[in-house]
């Protein structure tokens, strides 16, 4: 089993529509989450780190539920300048190591 | 501006010709990392280093080697490289949050 795993998706959406995508981790020692966001080949850039208590930045919103080890990624009214991979990163407790998942794809049509 | 740089962006070597790709950042932290892509696996980490003179292996550490004598930059080494190691590699600084280089894409033939 992957540590870190996602559906690769694609997800193909209307613009305006809501989205949402989930992470499961395997090690339920791990300490911090993030989603980054990965355009074509590109390299990847932070859109939001992940707390317990779940947090909102704009029409983003993360969750993380340590029970059944997951974290998810909502996106409301969808532009058509989200379209693309949506990457979750898990880091363990206390170490350096960080673990990516495949990443999520998405497709936003006008 | 915080930047992360690697060079070369580009290469096609062939089998067992010693490469480095370097990577440098400006903004003095003391985590960098490195990372090769490939489709349907993501980013796998290779290694890491938590400051000067400090590394670790990640989860694919075979073939390669790093070093780190300054704080900016963190090289990559590939003493041998083989076709299994094209790829797309990143660099990364920082730890909370990991700014990413622009990547480089190695072919080996």
């Known amino acids: 089993r992957k540590e870190v795993e996602q559906d690769p998706g694609p997800f193909n959406v209307p613009e305006g529509a809501t989205v949402a995508f989930n992470c499961t981790y395997s090690n339920s020692a791990s300490q911090s989450f993030f989603w980054y966001r990965q355009d074509c080949r590109k390299e990847p850039k932070l859109l939001m780190s992940?707390?317990?208590s779940g947090n909102e930045d704009g029409r983003f919103t993360a969750q993380l539920n340590r029970a059944s080890q997951y974290i998810s990624l909502l996106i409301r009214d969808s532009k058509l300048s989200d379209s693309a991979t949506y990457l979750c990163?898990?880091?363990?407790?206390?170490?350096?190591?960080?673990?990516f998942g495949a990443g999520t794809r998405l497709f936003v049509k006008a | 501006e915080a930047q992360v740089t690697q060079n070369p962006r580009y290469l096609i070597t062939v089998t067992g010709k010693k490469l480095t790709v370097t990577c440098s950042q400006n903004?003095?932290?003391?985590?960098m990392s490195w990372y090769r892509q490939d489709p349907g696996l993501g980013l796998r980490q290779i290694y890491y280093?938590?400051?000067?003179?400090?590394?670790d292996k990640g989860d694919v550490p075979e073939g390669y080697k790093v070093s780190r004598k300054e704080k900016r930059n963190f090289p990559l080494i590939l003493e041998s490289p083989s076709p299994n190691q094209t790829s797309l590699y990143f660099c990364a600084s920082g730890k909370t949050t990991q700014y990413f280089g622009p990547g480089t894409r190695l072919l080996v033939l």
């Open positions: 992940v707390y317990s």
């Open positions: 280093s938590m400051n000067v003179e400090v590394t």
């Open positions: 990163v898990v880091s363990p407790t206390g170490g350096f190591k960080t673990i």
């Open positions: 903004m003095n932290h003391e985590y």
